[in-house]
């Protein structure tokens, strides 16, 4: 599983770092950067991160 | 697609003595496509009920949030403040690319980091309106005394309202949000005076320069200085009456099911449960759209009710219980797309608080009058209590 995240997209929600603290931050503009690729005990989180984005900011590629 | 003709029902104002989420909700949410209402002036709209129905139409780029265009629904009721769009800067009536200047502009005072960073000054204010509650006896009105109060003050504080200011400040915006207990001309009176108020604080800040937004938003120049009263406006009225409702509407659930007082999940539940702004992410059709296979045609009004999404069964089990233990993160009680709410987790920081403080100092705290007694608003967008006696 990989993360790639659009900062342009981002709204600024901080969805993500509710979800999944560990993976995402927001920068000093308050949008979305990526600290990590997610690991097996992060996958979940990252997962429902990506499905609470509400500008659709964070994909999961299966690969 | 073909669908039978569309079930036509009645807009679903909020009437008195009628529970919220209507039930109805639940029997448009089985009808295939969208469900026809017309609005008070008799202008027909799409409501929209499904989980994911709602959050399609959030997102659709041929959905618009800009009450400017024919066919926006004018449901009638308002927050109280009017012409909104004609107030420069007043940025959830504009869609993207225009949206999003004001909306980068102000992310950074809304980070998770930011919001937390302010929670000991959110405690203090907390605990100053649980003094000002207990000093004044042994019963009183949770809504006046402490759920406006509290968003009221927190967003003066991160604006730069002077403490002098701030009953100035709280006392208009609350004329502003009384719908029942105020006139037009009173409401539009404190619109007008808060309008000149704001307009008057980015004079002083543009000389004076502190540690608030305004002073921030001025230092980055993103949002020109005619716009920015319009901005201002905005992030008071968007999180003062909302939160308020929220702690209000929490406490009495947390007194009606007291197995979950002290457990911050209480918090999410709340939101998704009350779905306090079922009727505020209104949107036009710019281009024919399909929405669960039915066809918005370009200029049809489309009214998406996040209550009804936020007890769909297919989103949420049981969606009728109140049950902080469940993930209800999804719900889209802040709405959804690019317009989600920007102040959702200080929204989330300040109810936390206020839920915990409360109960934690106030141990015998109960309803003064019986539960199906409580006065529910029927009278604005929004749902919430006008009062909550209680005594302790």
Not at chain 1, 12 to 39: H, I, K, N, R, Y
Not at chain 2, 39 to 68: C, F, M, Q, Y
Not at chain 2, 202 to 231: C, F, N
Not at chain 2, 235 to 264: C, K, R, S
Request: with cysteine.
């Amino acid at each position: 599983m990989r993360i790639t995240v659009d900062a342009d997209r981002c709204v600024g929600a901080g969805q993500c770092v509710l979800s999944a603290p560990e993976v995402f931050d927001q920068d000093e503009d308050g949008l979305v950067t990526l600290l990590m690729t997610p690991g097996a005990e992060e996958e979940a989180k990252a997962r429902l991160a990506s499905g609470l984005c509400p500008s659709r900011a964070i994909t999961v590629h299966e690969d | 697609m073909t669908l039978s003709d569309p079930l036509v029902v009645d807009f679903p104002l909020r009437k008195p003595g009628v529970p919220f989420p209507p039930p109805g909700y639940a029997g448009y949410r089985e009808h295939e496509g969208l469900v026809l209402s017309h609005l008070p002036n008799g202008d027909r709209v799409w409501l929209v009920t499904r989980h994911e129905d709602v959050r399609a139409v959030l997102t659709d780029p041929k959905i618009s949030s800009n009450p400017e265009h024919k066919g926006f629904p004018n449901v009638g009721v308002s927050l109280g403040v009017p012409k909104q769009t004609q107030i420069p800067g007043w940025f959830v009536g504009m869609d993207s690319p225009e949206h999003d200047r004001f909306r980068k502009a102000l992310i950074p005072e809304f980070t998770v980091r930011r919001v937390r960073a302010m929670r000991p000054a959110i405690e203090e204010t907390v605990d100053r309106c649980i003094d000002a509650l207990l000093a004044s006896g042994d019963s009183g009105d949770l809504i006046a005394d402490f759920a406006l109060p509290i968003p009221s003050l927190v967003i003066s504080s991160l604006l730069g309202v002077p403490p002098g200011d701030r009953d100035f400040f709280e006392s208009r915006t609350r004329t502003l949000i009384s719908i029942r207990d105020s006139t037009e001309e009173q409401r539009t009176a404190a619109a007008k005076d808060l309008l000149r108020y704001v307009n008057r604080l980015v004079s002083i800040k543009e000389k004076w320069r502190g540690d608030d937004l305004i002073s921030r938003l001025l230092a980055t120049g993103s949002i020109a200085t005619h716009e920015l009263p319009g901005v201002l406006m905005l992030l008071l009225i968007a999180g003062h009456e909302t939160t308020a409702n929220n702690i209000g509407l929490g406490v009495v659930t947390l007194l009606m099911n007291p197995q979950w007082i002290g457990d911050d999940r209480a918090v999410e539940e709340t939101l998704r449960f009350h779905s306090v702004a079922d009727l505020v992410s209104l949107r036009v059709a710019v281009e024919d759209v399909e929405i669960a296979g039915q066809l918005v045609k370009a200029g049809e009004g489309i009214v998406p009710l996040v209550a009804a999404a936020n007890h769909d069964e297919n989103a949420f089990e049981c969606p009728h219980m109140f049950d902080p233990s469940r993930s209800a993160r999804h719900h889209v009680a802040f709405g959804y797309g690019v317009h989600q709410c920007l102040g959702q987790n200080l929204v989330r920081i300040e109810m936390e608080i206020a839920y915990r403080k409360l109960f934690e100092r106030i141990p015998t705290l109960e309803l003064a009058v019986p539960v199906d007694g409580l006065a529910v608003k029927t009278d604005g967008v929004l749902y919430g209590l006008h009062e909550l006696p209680v005594r302790w």
